[in-house]
Protein backbone atom coordinates (compact mmCIF):
# COMPACT_ATOMS: atom_id res chain seq x y z
CA UNK A 1 0.00 0.00 0.00
CA UNK A 2 1.22 3.47 -0.89
CA UNK A 3 1.78 6.79 1.34
CA UNK A 4 -1.49 7.57 0.44
CA UNK A 5 -3.38 4.57 1.47
CA UNK A 6 -1.86 4.22 4.68
CA UNK A 7 -3.08 8.25 5.23
CA UNK A 8 -6.38 7.29 4.27
CA UNK A 9 -6.73 4.27 6.52
CA UNK A 10 -5.19 6.00 9.07
CA UNK A 11 -7.74 9.11 8.50
CA UNK A 12 -10.89 6.52 8.70
CA UNK A 13 -9.87 4.68 11.52
CA UNK A 14 -9.13 8.20 13.64
CA UNK A 15 -12.57 9.33 12.78
CA UNK A 16 -14.19 6.06 14.08
CA UNK A 17 -12.56 6.79 17.11
CA UNK A 18 -13.58 10.06 17.13
CA UNK A 19 -17.23 9.31 16.67
CA UNK A 20 -16.87 7.32 19.47
CA UNK A 21 -15.37 9.59 22.09
CA UNK A 22 -11.85 7.57 22.09
CA UNK A 23 -9.95 10.81 22.19
CA UNK A 24 -6.19 9.46 22.27
CA UNK A 25 -6.69 6.69 19.75
CA UNK A 26 -8.49 9.66 17.11
CA UNK A 27 -5.52 11.51 18.00
CA UNK A 28 -2.93 8.85 17.40
CA UNK A 29 -4.54 7.72 14.24
CA UNK A 30 -4.69 11.29 12.85
CA UNK A 31 -0.90 11.78 13.12
CA UNK A 32 -0.23 9.30 11.60
CA UNK A 33 -2.52 9.98 8.67
CA UNK A 34 -0.52 13.31 8.81
CA UNK A 35 2.89 11.82 8.63
CA UNK A 36 1.84 9.95 5.13
CA UNK A 37 -0.14 12.82 4.29
CA UNK A 38 1.95 14.25 1.00
CA UNK A 39 -0.68 17.11 0.53
CA UNK A 40 0.05 20.23 2.47
CA UNK A 41 -3.62 21.20 3.17
CA UNK A 42 -4.74 17.50 4.16
CA UNK A 43 -1.71 17.60 6.86
CA UNK A 44 -2.60 21.07 7.97
CA UNK A 45 -6.73 19.32 8.30
CA UNK A 46 -5.18 16.20 10.17
CA UNK A 47 -2.73 17.73 12.45
CA UNK A 48 -5.76 20.12 13.34
CA UNK A 49 -8.04 17.57 14.46
CA UNK A 50 -5.65 15.63 16.43
CA UNK A 51 -5.01 18.90 18.30
CA UNK A 52 -8.62 19.10 19.03
CA UNK A 53 -8.50 15.41 20.20
CA UNK A 54 -5.58 15.94 22.58
CA UNK A 55 -7.25 18.87 23.65
CA UNK A 56 -10.25 16.55 24.86
CA UNK A 57 -8.24 14.91 27.18
CA UNK A 58 -6.72 17.68 29.40
CA UNK A 59 -3.34 18.22 27.52
CA UNK A 60 -2.84 21.33 26.09
CA UNK A 61 0.30 21.23 25.32
CA UNK A 62 0.20 18.56 23.41
CA UNK A 63 -2.19 20.18 21.80
CA UNK A 64 -0.73 23.48 21.13
CA UNK A 65 2.31 21.54 19.71
CA UNK A 66 -0.15 19.81 16.77
CA UNK A 67 -2.00 23.12 16.17
CA UNK A 68 1.23 24.62 15.86
CA UNK A 69 3.04 22.20 13.43
CA UNK A 70 -0.26 22.26 11.59
CA UNK A 71 -0.29 26.28 10.46
CA UNK A 72 2.76 25.47 9.46
CA UNK A 73 1.13 23.37 6.26
CA UNK A 74 -1.43 25.66 5.96
CA UNK A 75 -1.26 27.40 2.19
CA UNK A 76 -0.99 31.00 2.60
CA UNK A 77 -4.61 31.29 0.95
CA UNK A 78 -6.61 29.07 3.25
CA UNK A 79 -7.34 31.97 5.39
CA UNK A 80 -10.84 30.03 6.58
CA UNK A 81 -8.44 27.05 7.93
CA UNK A 82 -6.13 29.22 8.95
CA UNK A 83 -8.54 30.82 11.52
CA UNK A 84 -9.74 27.70 12.76
CA UNK A 85 -6.37 26.17 13.72
CA UNK A 86 -5.34 29.53 15.27
CA UNK A 87 -8.77 30.07 17.05
CA UNK A 88 -7.88 26.63 18.66
CA UNK A 89 -4.45 27.48 19.43
CA UNK A 90 -5.74 30.96 21.24
CA UNK A 91 -7.29 28.19 23.34
CA UNK A 92 -4.90 25.65 24.02
CA UNK A 93 -2.58 28.50 25.21
CA UNK A 94 -5.66 29.87 27.73
CA UNK A 95 -6.76 26.96 29.01
CA UNK A 96 -3.03 26.93 30.32
CA UNK A 97 -3.22 30.23 31.56
CA UNK A 98 -1.11 31.97 29.17
CA UNK A 99 -2.67 34.68 28.15
CA UNK A 100 -0.75 37.04 26.87
CA UNK A 101 0.15 34.64 24.10
CA UNK A 102 -3.40 34.08 23.94
CA UNK A 103 -4.29 37.47 23.05
CA UNK A 104 -1.53 37.95 20.32
CA UNK A 105 -3.13 34.52 18.52
CA UNK A 106 -6.97 35.42 19.48
CA UNK A 107 -6.46 38.77 17.74
CA UNK A 108 -4.84 36.65 14.41
CA UNK A 109 -7.33 33.99 14.52
CA UNK A 110 -10.34 37.21 14.19
CA UNK A 111 -8.09 38.93 11.45
CA UNK A 112 -7.85 35.45 9.33
CA UNK A 113 -11.60 34.58 10.31
CA UNK A 114 -12.91 38.17 8.98
CA UNK A 115 -10.76 37.68 5.63
CA UNK A 116 -12.54 34.30 5.16
CA UNK A 117 -15.85 36.08 5.51
CA UNK A 118 -17.78 33.60 7.85
CA UNK A 119 -19.80 34.74 10.10
CA UNK A 120 -20.34 31.55 12.73
CA UNK A 121 -16.12 31.48 12.66
CA UNK A 122 -15.91 35.27 12.96
CA UNK A 123 -18.06 35.32 15.72
CA UNK A 124 -16.12 31.81 17.35
CA UNK A 125 -12.64 33.94 17.38
CA UNK A 126 -14.32 37.26 18.90
CA UNK A 127 -15.78 34.98 21.71
CA UNK A 128 -12.54 33.51 22.48
CA UNK A 129 -10.58 36.52 22.28
CA UNK A 130 -13.22 38.03 24.47
CA UNK A 131 -12.74 35.04 27.20
CA UNK A 132 -8.90 35.87 27.21
CA UNK A 133 -10.05 39.28 27.88
CA UNK A 134 -11.99 38.75 31.31
CA UNK A 135 -9.21 36.41 32.71
CA UNK A 136 -7.23 39.49 31.48
CA UNK A 137 -8.88 41.62 33.93
CA UNK A 138 -10.03 43.87 31.01
CA UNK A 139 -14.27 43.50 31.00
CA UNK A 140 -14.97 46.32 28.95
CA UNK A 141 -12.92 44.90 26.19
CA UNK A 142 -14.08 41.48 26.40
CA UNK A 143 -17.92 43.15 26.49
CA UNK A 144 -17.40 44.90 22.99
CA UNK A 145 -16.13 40.86 21.62
CA UNK A 146 -18.90 39.22 23.37
CA UNK A 147 -21.37 41.36 21.74
CA UNK A 148 -19.66 41.44 18.16
CA UNK A 149 -19.57 37.80 18.23
CA UNK A 150 -23.40 37.78 19.74
CA UNK A 151 -24.26 39.34 16.27
CA UNK A 152 -22.44 36.74 14.32
CA UNK A 153 -23.59 33.86 15.92
CA UNK A 154 -27.09 35.13 14.87
CA UNK A 155 -26.43 36.28 11.23
CA UNK A 156 -25.13 32.61 11.26
CA UNK A 157 -28.16 30.98 11.96
CA UNK A 158 -26.41 29.62 15.93
CA UNK A 159 -28.87 29.90 18.25
CA UNK A 160 -26.67 27.89 20.89
CA UNK A 161 -23.79 29.78 20.50
CA UNK A 162 -25.90 33.06 20.74
CA UNK A 163 -27.07 32.02 23.69
CA UNK A 164 -23.34 31.19 25.27
CA UNK A 165 -22.49 34.88 24.04
CA UNK A 166 -25.56 36.46 25.81
CA UNK A 167 -24.15 34.59 28.83
CA UNK A 168 -20.78 35.73 28.72
CA UNK A 169 -22.16 39.43 28.16
CA UNK A 170 -23.71 38.93 31.72
CA UNK A 171 -20.82 37.53 33.09
CA UNK A 172 -18.83 40.74 31.83
CA UNK A 173 -21.60 43.38 32.71
CA UNK A 174 -21.63 42.27 36.57
CA UNK A 175 -17.44 42.42 36.45
CA UNK A 176 -18.52 46.16 35.41
CA UNK A 177 -20.70 46.26 38.42
CA UNK A 178 -24.01 47.23 35.45
CA UNK A 179 -26.33 45.07 37.57
CA UNK A 180 -29.73 45.35 36.05
CA UNK A 181 -28.26 45.28 32.19
CA UNK A 182 -26.46 41.73 33.74
CA UNK A 183 -29.49 40.48 34.63
CA UNK A 184 -31.00 41.37 31.62
CA UNK A 185 -29.17 39.99 29.72
CA UNK A 186 -28.92 36.78 31.75
CA UNK A 187 -32.33 36.18 32.19
CA UNK A 188 -32.87 36.54 27.90
CA UNK A 189 -29.80 33.80 27.63
CA UNK A 190 -32.05 31.71 29.78
CA UNK A 191 -35.18 32.09 28.36
CA UNK A 192 -33.58 31.85 24.78
CA UNK A 193 -31.70 28.37 26.01
CA UNK A 194 -35.18 27.19 26.97
CA UNK A 195 -37.05 28.08 23.93
CA UNK A 196 -34.36 26.33 22.15
CA UNK A 197 -34.23 23.17 24.32
CA UNK A 198 -30.35 24.26 24.99
CA UNK A 199 -28.63 23.80 28.15
CA UNK A 200 -29.20 26.39 31.12
CA UNK A 201 -26.92 25.79 33.78
CA UNK A 202 -24.14 28.43 32.92
CA UNK A 203 -26.63 31.34 32.89
CA UNK A 204 -28.28 30.37 36.22
CA UNK A 205 -24.60 30.23 37.77
CA UNK A 206 -23.89 33.65 36.49
CA UNK A 207 -27.51 34.98 37.76
CA UNK A 208 -26.34 33.75 41.45
CA UNK A 209 -22.71 35.10 40.99
CA UNK A 210 -24.96 38.76 40.31
CA UNK A 211 -26.85 37.65 43.29
CA UNK A 212 -23.59 37.93 45.12
CA UNK A 213 -22.64 40.62 43.48
CA UNK A 214 -25.21 42.65 45.09
CA UNK A 215 -25.08 41.13 48.46
CA UNK A 216 -28.09 38.92 48.32
CA UNK A 217 -26.23 35.70 49.75
CA UNK A 218 -29.38 33.52 49.96
CA UNK A 219 -30.10 34.54 46.22
CA UNK A 220 -26.79 32.74 45.52
CA UNK A 221 -28.25 29.07 46.90
CA UNK A 222 -29.85 28.24 43.95
CA UNK A 223 -26.19 27.18 43.11
CA UNK A 224 -26.97 24.43 44.96
CA UNK A 225 -30.00 23.47 42.46
CA UNK A 226 -27.33 24.15 39.59
CA UNK A 227 -25.12 21.09 41.82
CA UNK A 228 -27.91 19.12 42.22
CA UNK A 229 -28.77 18.75 38.33
CA UNK A 230 -26.71 16.62 35.43
CA UNK A 231 -26.15 19.31 33.97
CA UNK A 232 -23.10 20.21 36.08
CA UNK A 233 -21.51 16.68 35.63
CA UNK A 234 -21.72 16.93 32.04
CA UNK A 235 -19.68 20.17 31.28
CA UNK A 236 -16.65 19.96 34.02
CA UNK A 237 -15.89 23.63 33.54
CA UNK A 238 -19.02 24.87 34.60
CA UNK A 239 -18.87 22.05 37.69
CA UNK A 240 -16.14 24.18 38.82
CA UNK A 241 -17.82 27.87 38.02
CA UNK A 242 -21.13 26.11 40.03
CA UNK A 243 -18.76 24.91 42.84
CA UNK A 244 -16.93 28.18 42.91
CA UNK A 245 -20.26 30.48 43.53
CA UNK A 246 -21.33 27.82 45.96
CA UNK A 247 -18.30 28.00 48.25
CA UNK A 248 -18.19 32.04 48.07
CA UNK A 249 -22.14 32.11 49.00
CA UNK A 250 -22.56 29.19 51.58
CA UNK A 251 -19.10 30.37 53.54
CA UNK A 252 -20.52 33.30 53.82
CA UNK A 253 -22.81 31.76 56.29
CA UNK A 254 -20.41 28.90 57.39
CA UNK A 255 -16.84 28.92 56.10
CA UNK A 256 -16.25 25.20 57.56
CA UNK A 257 -19.08 23.75 54.91
CA UNK A 258 -17.78 26.53 52.08
CA UNK A 259 -14.12 25.37 52.35
CA UNK A 260 -15.80 21.88 51.28
CA UNK A 261 -17.04 23.64 48.32
CA UNK A 262 -13.96 25.54 47.46
CA UNK A 263 -11.61 22.21 48.07
CA UNK A 264 -14.09 20.42 45.85
CA UNK A 265 -13.75 22.55 42.69
CA UNK A 266 -9.92 22.56 43.09
CA UNK A 267 -9.49 18.82 43.03
CA UNK A 268 -11.94 19.15 40.27
CA UNK A 269 -9.88 21.91 38.37
CA UNK A 270 -6.78 20.45 38.85
CA UNK A 271 -8.23 17.26 37.14
CA UNK A 272 -8.38 19.23 34.25
CA UNK A 273 -5.27 20.33 33.96
CA UNK A 274 -4.94 24.56 35.07
CA UNK A 275 -8.01 26.20 33.73
CA UNK A 276 -8.47 29.93 34.29
CA UNK A 277 -11.03 29.60 36.50
CA UNK A 278 -8.90 29.03 39.28
CA UNK A 279 -8.10 32.58 39.12
CA UNK A 280 -11.78 32.62 40.85
CA UNK A 281 -11.87 29.74 43.14
CA UNK A 282 -8.16 30.06 44.92
CA UNK A 283 -8.56 33.47 45.68
CA UNK A 284 -12.48 31.99 47.93
CA UNK A 285 -10.59 29.33 49.29
CA UNK A 286 -7.88 31.04 50.47
CA UNK A 287 -10.44 33.46 52.19
CA UNK A 288 -11.95 30.48 54.02
CA UNK A 289 -9.23 29.17 54.98
CA UNK A 290 -8.06 31.99 56.70
CA UNK A 291 -11.32 32.81 58.06
CA UNK A 292 -11.44 29.18 60.14
CA UNK A 293 -7.68 29.59 61.00
CA UNK A 294 -6.40 27.15 58.24
CA UNK A 295 -3.22 27.30 56.86
CA UNK A 296 -3.34 28.14 52.40
CA UNK A 297 0.10 28.79 51.86
CA UNK A 298 -0.28 25.59 49.00
CA UNK A 299 -2.82 27.72 47.16
CA UNK A 300 -1.26 30.91 47.41
CA UNK A 301 1.58 29.25 45.83
CA UNK A 302 -0.55 27.70 43.14
CA UNK A 303 -1.99 31.61 42.49
CA UNK A 304 1.36 33.21 42.48
CA UNK A 305 1.90 30.35 39.71
CA UNK A 306 -0.92 30.87 37.52
CA UNK A 307 -0.61 34.69 37.86
CA UNK A 308 3.07 34.11 36.30
CA UNK A 309 1.79 31.73 33.77
CA UNK A 310 -0.69 34.96 32.82
CA UNK A 311 2.34 36.94 31.41
CA UNK A 312 3.73 33.49 30.10
CA UNK A 313 6.72 33.96 31.81
CA UNK A 314 6.50 30.39 32.70
CA UNK A 315 4.75 26.94 31.43
CA UNK A 316 2.25 24.95 33.66
CA UNK A 317 3.69 22.03 35.51
CA UNK A 318 -0.03 19.95 34.78
CA UNK A 319 -1.13 20.94 31.55
CA UNK A 320 -4.76 20.48 30.41
CA UNK A 321 -8.57 22.03 28.82
CA UNK A 322 -12.41 21.98 29.94
CA UNK A 323 -14.24 23.72 27.49
CA UNK A 324 -13.63 22.83 23.40
CA UNK A 325 -14.33 25.63 21.46
CA UNK A 326 -12.66 24.44 18.31
CA UNK A 327 -15.34 26.40 15.75
CA UNK A 328 -15.17 23.14 12.96
CA UNK A 329 -17.12 21.31 15.52
CA UNK A 330 -20.43 22.62 16.12
CA UNK A 331 -21.37 19.92 17.51
CA UNK A 332 -19.38 19.46 20.41
CA UNK A 333 -17.81 16.07 21.49
CA UNK A 334 -18.29 12.77 23.04
CA UNK A 335 -18.42 12.14 26.67
CA UNK A 336 -15.63 9.31 26.69
CA UNK A 337 -12.37 11.88 26.66
CA UNK A 338 -9.80 9.63 27.80
CA UNK A 339 -10.68 6.58 25.69
CA UNK A 340 -11.85 5.10 29.08
CA UNK A 341 -14.88 6.07 31.56
CA UNK A 342 -16.94 9.44 30.03
CA UNK A 343 -15.82 12.61 32.59
CA UNK A 344 -19.42 12.36 34.34
CA UNK A 345 -18.36 9.04 35.70
CA UNK A 346 -14.57 10.60 36.23
CA UNK A 347 -15.77 13.30 38.16
CA UNK A 348 -18.44 11.27 40.09
CA UNK A 349 -15.65 8.75 41.16
CA UNK A 350 -12.48 9.17 40.36
CA UNK A 351 -10.79 12.96 40.79
CA UNK A 352 -10.95 12.85 44.45
CA UNK A 353 -13.19 11.81 47.49
CA UNK A 354 -13.95 15.30 48.26
CA UNK A 355 -15.33 15.60 44.91
CA UNK A 356 -18.85 13.97 45.96
CA UNK A 357 -20.16 17.62 47.70
CA UNK A 358 -23.51 16.18 48.26
CA UNK A 359 -22.02 13.69 50.82
CA UNK A 360 -20.10 15.88 52.99
CA UNK A 361 -22.97 18.26 52.81
CA UNK A 362 -24.25 15.36 54.65
CA UNK A 363 -21.62 14.73 57.15
CA UNK A 364 -21.68 18.52 57.70
CA UNK A 365 -25.19 18.51 58.21
CA UNK A 366 -25.23 15.57 60.82
CA UNK A 367 -22.92 17.61 63.00
CA UNK A 368 -24.73 20.75 62.43
CA UNK A 369 -27.66 19.15 63.85
CA UNK A 370 -26.61 16.25 66.21
CA UNK A 371 -28.76 13.83 64.33
CA UNK A 372 -27.89 10.52 61.99
CA UNK A 373 -27.41 11.19 58.39
CA UNK A 374 -30.13 7.93 57.86
CA UNK A 375 -32.89 10.64 59.58
CA UNK A 376 -33.08 13.49 57.39
CA UNK A 377 -35.83 11.92 54.92
CA UNK A 378 -39.09 13.84 54.24
CA UNK A 379 -40.94 13.88 57.39
CA UNK A 380 -37.68 14.88 59.47
CA UNK A 381 -37.56 17.98 56.59
CA UNK A 382 -40.93 18.66 57.26
CA UNK A 383 -40.52 19.43 60.89
CA UNK A 384 -37.44 21.68 60.14
CA UNK A 385 -39.30 23.74 57.71
CA UNK A 386 -42.02 24.17 59.63
CA UNK A 387 -39.54 25.31 63.24
CA UNK A 388 -38.12 27.55 60.96
CA UNK A 389 -40.95 28.77 59.96
CA UNK A 390 -40.76 28.68 56.40
CA UNK A 391 -43.84 27.74 53.82
CA UNK A 392 -42.86 25.36 51.08
CA UNK A 393 -43.33 28.52 48.56
CA UNK A 394 -40.38 29.95 50.68
CA UNK A 395 -37.93 27.36 50.86
CA UNK A 396 -38.33 26.00 46.99
CA UNK A 397 -37.42 30.05 46.39
CA UNK A 398 -34.45 29.66 48.60
CA UNK A 399 -33.40 26.72 47.31
CA UNK A 400 -33.84 27.62 43.69
CA UNK A 401 -36.24 25.07 42.69
CA UNK A 402 -39.91 24.40 42.09
CA UNK A 403 -42.06 24.24 45.10
CA UNK A 404 -43.22 20.77 43.70
CA UNK A 405 -39.99 19.71 44.47
CA UNK A 406 -40.14 20.33 47.94
CA UNK A 407 -43.23 18.52 48.50
CA UNK A 408 -42.27 15.27 47.04
CA UNK A 409 -38.84 15.61 49.09
CA UNK A 410 -41.70 15.79 52.31
CA UNK A 411 -43.50 13.67 51.04
CA UNK A 412 -40.85 11.10 50.43
CA UNK A 413 -40.96 11.04 46.41
CA UNK A 414 -37.55 12.96 46.05
CA UNK A 415 -34.06 11.59 45.49
CA UNK A 416 -32.28 11.46 48.90
CA UNK A 417 -29.83 14.14 47.93
CA UNK A 418 -32.34 16.71 46.65
CA UNK A 419 -33.72 15.72 50.54
CA UNK A 420 -30.45 16.69 51.75
CA UNK A 421 -30.37 19.95 49.55
CA UNK A 422 -33.05 21.10 51.10
CA UNK A 423 -32.30 20.41 54.40
CA UNK A 424 -28.54 22.20 54.57
CA UNK A 425 -30.20 25.42 52.33
CA UNK A 426 -32.71 25.21 55.73
CA UNK A 427 -30.02 25.08 57.93
CA UNK A 428 -27.87 27.95 56.30
CA UNK A 429 -31.17 30.21 56.16
CA UNK A 430 -30.82 30.99 59.97
CA UNK A 431 -26.49 31.45 59.59
CA UNK A 432 -25.78 35.25 59.93
CA UNK A 433 -23.64 36.26 56.92
CA UNK A 434 -20.13 36.78 58.01
CA UNK A 435 -18.05 37.63 54.69
Same mark, same amino acid.
Given at each position: ??????????????????????????????? *?????????????????????????????????????? =??????????????????????????????????????????????????? #????????? /? %????????????? *??????????????? /??????? %???????????????????????? #?????????????????????????? +???????????????????????? &??????? =???????????????????????? $? %?????????????? #?????????????????????????? /?????? &? $??????? +???????????????? /???????????????????????? $? *??????????????????????????????????????? &???????????????????? #?? %????????
Amino acid at each position: MDRAGWASVAEAAGSRYEKEGKWVQAELFYA *RAAESASDPLKRAHLLNRAGVCAWNTYRNRAAEDRFRE =ALEHVPAGEVWLKARVTANLCMALYMQCRLVEAEEEGRRACVHADASGDPY #IMGACRLNL /G %LVHMYMERPDEAL *RRFRESRKLFLRAGN /GLWAMHA %LHDIGWALVDLEKYEDAERALRCG #IEEGRRGGYPVGRGRVELCRLALARG +DVHGAMDVLSVLNSGEALVDPEMH &VQALTVA =ADAVGRLDPGLGIVYAESGLDLAL $S %LGRPPVLYDLLPVL #IRLREAVGRKSGDARRLLDEIRMLKG /GMVYAS &V $SGTVDVR +DPGIRAGGGTDRGGGS /GIPQQVAGGASARVDVREAARRWF $S *RERGVEADAVDGAFLRRMRKAAGMTQEALAELAGCDVRT &VRRAEAGRGPERTVRMLAAV #IA %LADRPVTA
